[in-house]
């Protein structure tokens, strides 16, 4: 990797010459990003390839989450909590004062699994609104509720019902909508 001398240039020429003498080159158009992590509801956002020292500004739809200031090599670094009404797919950006934009999107999805064993299932989810309450539903009929934790995972157990059908569907669905379904495991009597 190579450092961009000017990240305001437009464009890039690149000329790599090898100890054989032999030449290659590359013309690329240079554009800001932004990686993040999720933990819990904190999300850390690191940007590359912005205005240097210039005023960045984060947002998600209409609210504003923060405002920074770029380093001299153009990143900059930023956390906030998600907002209470976040989706699984949501777009945070970033905007320098230039016009240099970048967007994040989405959460990992909310995943679901259970194992049954003596009439009794035992269900574990991940990826759920931190600290929230997850109604289960087996074919849509409440089954059960957990609370999630601090990461938005939870564990929890019910008896399973006596007319289960081989083929179901079990959902669980967090105070925001967030959703996972698992379905078509057989259960056996």
């Known amino acids: ?5 000017d990240p305001g240039q437009s464009q890039y020429h690149v000329v790599v010459t090898d100890a054989e003498g032999t030449t290659v080159s590359a013309t690329g158009l240079p554009s800001s990003k932004l990686v993040y992590s999720v933990s819990g ?16 500004t984060l947002t998600y739809g ?13 990143t900059f670094r930023w956390s906030f909590r998600l907002p209470s009404t976040t ?41 759920y609104l931190p600290n929230a309450t997850v109604k289960i539903t087996y074919h849509g009929r409440p089954v059960a509720t957990a609370q999630s ?11 399973v019902p006596p007319d289960a059908l081989p083929i179901y569907q079990l959902t669980a669905v967090d105070s925001i909508g967030r959703r996972a379904s698992v379905a078509g495991l057989a259960y056996v009597k």
Do not use: C, M
């Not at 509801?41 to 960045?56: A, E, K, M, N």
């Not at 259970?114 to 269900?123: D, R």
């Not at 934790?149 to 008896?159: E, L, V």
């Open 41 to 56: 509801d904190l999300v850390r956002v690191f940007g590359v390839r912005f205005t240097p020292r210039s005023t960045i």
């Open 149 to 159: 934790d601090n990461a938005g995972a939870f564990h929890t157990s019910f008896d």
């Open 87 to 127: 989706h699984t797919r949501y777009r945070i950006r970033a905007r320098d004062q230039v016009g240099h934009v970048a967007w994040a999107i989405g959460l990992q999805p909310p995943a679901l699994a259970f194992v049954e064993t003596a009439n009794k299932a035992a269900v574990t989810g991940a990826h």
């Open 62 to 74: 209409l609210t504003i989450l923060g405002v920074t200031t770029a380093q001299p090599d153009g």
């Open 1 to 5: 990797s190579l450092p961009i001398p």
